[in-house]
């Protein structure tokens, strides 16, 4: 079983950039869709990026243009490039590997592992 840890959260002001990063355990991620959640504090859980495990990549609304998902095989890591971030970005930020089908790329429901989260605040 793939295990996930994530680093590289903390505090940024706004209009800066934070690469967050994703390292697997356990397993190669190179089998999996890898993906990036976040969850604010009183707010639901949300989508903001995902690469597949045969190479798309999706985004969501707000995160496009701005940021950018990788994965390094060889380094077993993903990444989460943020840039121009802005208050609202403000939340727990979890990688998460899923083996599900890809018309579910965007959801939480069919991930398989999940990270511990990293903290992203960023100061207006």
């Known amino acids: 079983q793939v295990q996930l840890v994530e680093s590289g959260g903390g505090l940024v002001q706004a209009g800066g950039s934070l690469r967050l990063s994703c390292a697997a355990s356990?397993?190669?991620?190179?089998?999996?869709?890898m993906k990036w959640f976040r969850q604010a504090p009183g707010k639901e859980r949300e989508f903001v990026a995902a690469?597949?495990?045969?190479?798309?990549?999706y985004y969501g609304d707000s995160m496009l243009g701005r940021f950018d998902i990788s994965r390094d095989i060889p380094k077993n890591t993903a990444y989460l490039e943020m840039n121009s971030l802005k208050p609202e970005d403000t939340a727990l930020y979890y990688c998460?590997?899923?083996?599900?089908?890809?018309?579910?790329?965007?959801?939480?429901?069919?991930?398989?592992?999940w990270g511990q989260g990293t903290q992203v605040t960023v100061s207006s």
């Open positions: 690469h597949s495990s045969q190479g798309g990549y």
């Open positions: 356990g397993g190669s991620i190179e089998f999996y869709h």
């Open positions: 998460a590997a899923d083996a599900g089908p890809i018309r579910n790329i965007r959801d939480a429901e069919t991930v398989a592992v």
